[in-house]
């Protein structure tokens, strides 16, 4: 199951005083007064629509509470200007909880916050936050990256009827569009209290005039847009106080434990513009540790014919990826998808296509067991590595010669975290250090542009799913490719919503990690555009940022096409691959 955590950037006290208590939220999502969590099942609209919800999701900032009247005071406005919240009703039962941090011990009796954020954070640098900060773009996936700006509620979903299925994609930003919420409370905090609130979601698209969904398929958040004017209107009345009730006690925490560090640690560096990832603590990374992964990785001990390693199948110059469709195992059996490029994994947290495998650690033992890839098991594999001296590796990487399964994976592990791709021709234009041509530049603006059809606006909406400095969501989407044999994400969460969903590849490299989607059934990145512009294929469950657009595809000239295909080879990192492949994908391919 998909789950998007919720974390508080706690900064100090709003004023000194002694504290009555820890103060929390909890939002919880409705749908006419029924729970409500993404994705939703059919809902009835004002307008008499039907819809499915499939994301809905918000960044909260700026609570300020309003004490009592006293005899010498009128009441006084506590703020937090450094809180952030990020919710998304994909949670369990719609419930999301947020902690305000210690208050006060005073009476209450209004409570204010902010959807959205001021302009001075929304154009901050989103690469300062913490891997688990609610602003941070890899948590989220609710920044405009790269032109800057937060998106501070996005709604997406799905129209469904008996001939075709549309989509809809809101996403509300820009600091002008930012709304204020005021609820009245009646509060005396002496002790840890939780204020349960209501999110009615119908309500934000009803009111005395509905929004007509099907007539505004999607919303940018321009001048004038009649979607974000809808919306802010509406997001008031949304949000209302069910209840207040005392929280239970937290647990004392347990004391951190802080192993003798083995090694010398290792140097992760990240570039500028890059979200600050996860990093594995136990043990940490280290050059030992990694010295020792790559020799395994490279090693064709860990299959059974003692002829296959893990590049064989993941080949440096095609960024750790395979040229053929489907890989050939150790006995020359057959995959069934497309091996998957191996870099910048320290930012993902779920791997294979469908997600299968939640951690990077788990999945690395996987390839060595399966029966169509290396076909041997762990014992064996360890037994080989102790006949073949491996001892001594491994006592520099973990203070003894001893070698299991649990060594092996976070070795393996350690060595692919540190594969990382940041230095294409993209990001040096970036810097100022080099010049996109003209084409690549108009490749790139189709890339950043959305579907407007108010405006008569044609983009490649790329950026949905393709956004931010990874060039990946890391989320799950059904991308208009038919297939029935292989039902993708439904296969791991078996519900039917997520029939055809597979996890969003980087585009970084992706002129040399041919052939393409999850089957690998397009070789060229001319096939993947025109698979885009004129054949995706409708289905219930096909991404709402793609349903929302005409019944084929996007709908380009061939000149744009032609400048997309331009722009995505800019991605390729000289740094990563050898010189003569960054060459042969910077060069034009035709079909």
């Not at 009476?107 to 901050?124: C, M, N, V």
Request: a neutral charge.
């Amino acid at each position: 199951m998909l789950k998007w955590p919720i974390w508080l950037c706690l900064l100090p006290s709003m004023i000194s005083q002694s504290s009555g208590g820890d103060l929390y939220l909890d939002l919880k999502h409705l749908w006419k007064g029924q729970a409500l969590s993404t994705p939703s099942k059919e809902l009835l609209t004002g307008s008499g629509e039907t819809i499915k919800l499939s994301r809905f999701a918000y960044i909260l900032s700026s609570p300020r509470l309003l004490s009592d009247r006293t005899e010498t005071s009128s009441g006084t406005w506590l703020r937090r200007k450094d809180w952030f919240g990020y919710v998304d009703a994909s949670r369990p039962g719609g419930l999301n909880r947020l902690e305000l941090g210690s208050l006060p011990a005073r009476s209450y009796r209004t409570l204010q916050f902010s959807i959205g954020l001021s302009p001075e954070i929304d154009q901050a640098d989103p690469s300062q936050y913490p891997a688990d900060h609610p602003l941070n773009p890899n948590y989220n996936n609710l920044h405009w990256t790269p032109q800057g700006g937060y998106i501070f509620l996005a709604a997406e979903g799905h129209l469904p009827d008996d001939k075709t299925t549309g989509g809809f994609a809101y996403h509300l930003g820009k600091p002008r569009n930012r709304v204020v919420i005021s609820l009245p409370i009646a509060l005396t905090l002496t002790k840890p209290t939780v204020l349960e609130i209501d999110v009615h979601i119908d309500r934000i698209f009803g009111g005395e005039h509905p929004l007509k969904i099907g007539a505004n398929p999607s919303s940018h958040s321009r001048e004038g847009d009649p979607v974000a004017r809808k919306f802010k209107q509406q997001l008031p009345a949304a949000f209302e106080l069910r209840s207040i009730r005392q929280a239970q006690s937290a647990a004392d925490p347990k004391p951190s434990s802080h192993p003798q560090l083995i090694g010398t640690p290792y140097r992760f560096e990240i570039a500028r513009g890059f979200p600050i990832p996860v990093l594995p603590t136990s043990p940490p990374l280290t050059n030992e540790r990694v010295t020792l992964g790559k020799r395994l990785f490279n090693d064709p001990l860990l299959s059974s014919t003692n002829q296959q390693s893990c590049a064989s199948c993941h080949q440096t110059a095609h960024a750790f990826s395979d040229p053929r469709r489907f890989s050939e195992g150790a006995t020359g059996s057959l995959g069934t998808r497309n091996s998957m490029p191996l870099f910048n994994l320290a930012w993902k947290n779920s791997f294979f296509w469908d997600g299968s495998s939640p951690s990077l650690r788990e999945l690395v033992l996987h390839p060595i067991q399966s029966a169509i890839e290396m076909h041997e098991s762990l014992p064996n594999v360890i037994a080989k590595l102790e006949s073949a001296s491996y001892g001594p590796l491994f006592e520099a990487a973990f203070g003894s010669s001893g070698i299991t399964e649990r060594r092996l994976g976070i070795a393996l592990e350690q060595f692919l975290l540190t594969r990382t791709s940041y230095n294409s021709r993209f990001d040096k234009a970036a810097r100022g250090e080099s010049e996109l041509t003209e084409m690549e530049k108009r490749g790139f603006e189709l890339f950043m542009t959305e579907y407007d059809p108010r405006r008569g606006l044609k983009g490649a909406d790329c950026f949905h799913c393709h956004g931010g400095a990874l060039f990946t969501d890391h989320r799950f989407h059904n991308n208009g490719i038919p297939d029935d044999l292989d039902l993708g994400l439904e296969l791991v969460t078996g519900r039917e919503t997520d029939r055809n969903l597979f996890i969003t590849p980087s585009l970084r490299n992706i002129a040399l990690t041919g052939p393409y989607m999850h089957d690998g059934r397009f070789e060229t990145l001319e096939e993947v555009i025109e698979h885009y512009n004129s054949g995706l294929h409708r289905s219930p469950s096909l991404d709402p940022n793609l349903a929302k657009h005409p019944r084929k595809g996007l709908g380009l000239a061939a000149d744009d096409m032609r400048a997309l295909v331009s722009f995505l080879r800019t991605l390729t990192d000289p740094q990563f691959v050898p010189t003569a492949k960054v060459r042969q994908a910077e060069s034009p391919q035709r079909p």
